[in-house]
């Protein structure tokens, strides 16, 4: 009999069977709630339970197996003495049980978490993206503030135009098709000084004439604009005053005269009236920092005030000026002269619609404003007709353009005011048709 079988009947105070066999105990985990022996306990399933309580004594070893609260051999830590145990039949087993637990529950697979971009906090945009937009929104900003500029300011600059009266009273030619203004270079010497009369050549010579006289025609059906030379010394009919040179018209009667004999002898509807002086044209000049033009020939004219060499070269507006008067020196007259006037027009244009002078404010600033303060228009001359005069002037020297002059018979033709262009009659009514009916020009 075993000492569990000695003890008292009424003795309620647990007794436990310690195995005390010299064997190595097997260290278990808890229970399996699925079933299956713990494997901390160190009990068996019940198969192996039965086999072993059905061995004889010699076979079980030493009857000592390593239970809760014992020393595990060979150092290993203790397990808690205080732990719950079975206390069912398998108390003769002498094993120490713990309960059964619950299976833990079943938990999903971890989700991955979203991808940041370049460092950036989730949910939020990048960092890059932010310095993206506001650098967008800052040129948006600039360029809105850009456009701003380029229409304000030639707008401004249109205040300080002042008009003069270039309508004729009586009977005019009718308008057909297309526009046509007519551009004056003035002699004027009103408005400058001494100095400037001196640096400029012009000399004190009082009254006015005119050293060109451009007739702009601006096509409104897809036609090629046009510069047209009329020579000041075109010799013509002059509304109540007889034939003589064109441009005693505006030494008689100013631009009113001169747009009245321009379209008597054109038979052009004159739509608007543009005049620039000596002293405005060299200012728009040096506004434009000087203007780069083609000098056919060696140019020495002391009464122009020019001593310029054959070949590309930047003018300053002095020199400009000399250019576009300079007749002398010229073996063409005042045909040669003509022409010169239109290629340095077209050159002022392309300098002004350059980079150089839209993207550089005080510069635009500068041309806009002195050309509106050298300017003279006619009245019920709009900004959109000066707009249009501008643009052909740009457009002469190339594929969208034309620089023409009016069909001549005689440059040297002599008459009782001195020797005068004499117009190819024929061919000049023609030519004229065609611009008053806004046909290609020849």
Same mark, same amino acid.
């Given at each position: 009999?075993?000492?569990? +079988?000695? =003890? ?36 068996? $399933? ?11 004594? +010699? =076979? ?15 150092? *290993? #830590? ?24 619950? #299976? ?9 978490? $979203? ?24 040129? /948006? ?23 003069? @009266? ?7 030619? %009718? ?26 050549? !012009? ?7 005119? @050293? ?11 036609? =090629?604009? %046009? ?5 000041? +010394?075109?010799?013509? $009919? ?16 100013? #631009? !009113? ?43 020495? +004219?002391?009464? &122009? ?11 300053? *507006? ?27 027009? *077209? ?30 228009? *006619? @009245? ?18 190339? &594929? ?40 290609? /020009?020849?």
């Amino acid at each position: 009999m075993t000492p569990a +079988d000695d =003890r008292h009947p009424h003795d309620d105070t647990d007794s436990y069977v310690v195995d005390t066999r010299k064997r190595r105990g097997r260290m278990s985990s808890p229970r399996n709630p699925l079933g299956g022996a713990s494997r901390i306990t160190g009990r068996r $399933p019940p198969e192996e339970s039965r086999d072993r309580d059905d061995m004889p004594d +010699d =076979r079980r070893g030493d009857g000592h197996d390593a239970g809760w609260g014992d020393q595990p051999r060979h150092g *290993g #830590p203790a397990y808690p003495a205080g732990a719950a145990y079975d206390h069912g039949d398998d108390v003769r087993s002498g094993t120490r049980q713990m309960p059964a637990q619950s #299976p833990r529950p079943v938990q999903p697979p971890p989700t991955r978490p $979203p991808e940041r971009h370049h460092g950036a906090r989730p949910g939020r945009p990048p960092r890059r993206v932010h310095r993206r937009r506001r650098v967008v929104a800052l040129l /948006l900003v600039a360029l809105l503030a850009w456009i701003a500029f380029l229409v304000i300011t030639p707008l401004h600059a249109w205040s300080s135009v002042s008009t003069v @009266d270039a309508s004729p009273a009586g009977d005019r030619p %009718a308008r057909v098709s297309g526009f046509n203004y007519l551009l004056v270079g003035s002699d004027s010497r009103a408005g400058l000084s001494s100095e400037e009369q001196q640096q400029l050549a !012009t000399g004190d010579d009082a009254g006015q004439r005119t @050293d060109s006289i451009i007739l702009v025609h601006v096509s409104e059906t897809g036609q =090629r604009s %046009a510069l047209v030379s009329l020579p000041r +010394d075109s010799y013509v $009919p002059i509304p109540g005053h007889h034939r003589n040179k064109i441009n005693a018209a505006y030494s008689i009667g100013g #631009p !009113t005269l001169l747009v009245e004999t321009v379209e008597q002898a054109t038979g052009v509807h004159v739509d608007g009236y543009v005049e620039i002086g000596f002293g405005g044209f060299a200012r728009v000049v040096d506004s434009l920092g000087g203007v780069s033009v083609n000098v056919p020939f060696d140019m020495v +004219d002391e009464k &122009a005030g020019i001593n310029l060499t054959k070949g590309e070269q930047t003018l300053s *507006g002095p020199q400009a000026l000399g250019f576009v008067r300079s007749r002398y020196s010229d073996p063409e007259g005042d045909l040669g002269r003509a022409k010169r006037q239109r290629q340095f027009l *077209g050159a002022i244009m392309r300098k002004a619609a350059s980079p150089a002078t839209v993207l550089l404010p005080w510069r635009y600033w500068g041309f806009t404003h002195s050309a509106a303060e050298g300017v003279k228009i *006619g @009245d019920g001359t709009s900004p959109a007709d000066l707009t249009r005069v501008l643009q052909a002037m740009r457009a002469s020297s190339g &594929a969208d353009g034309q620089s023409l002059v009016v069909p001549i018979s005689n440059p040297a033709y002599p008459t009782a005011a001195g020797v005068a262009v004499k117009w190819d009659t024929t061919k000049a009514q023609a030519f004229f048709d065609k611009i008053k009916n806004d046909q290609p /020009l020849p």
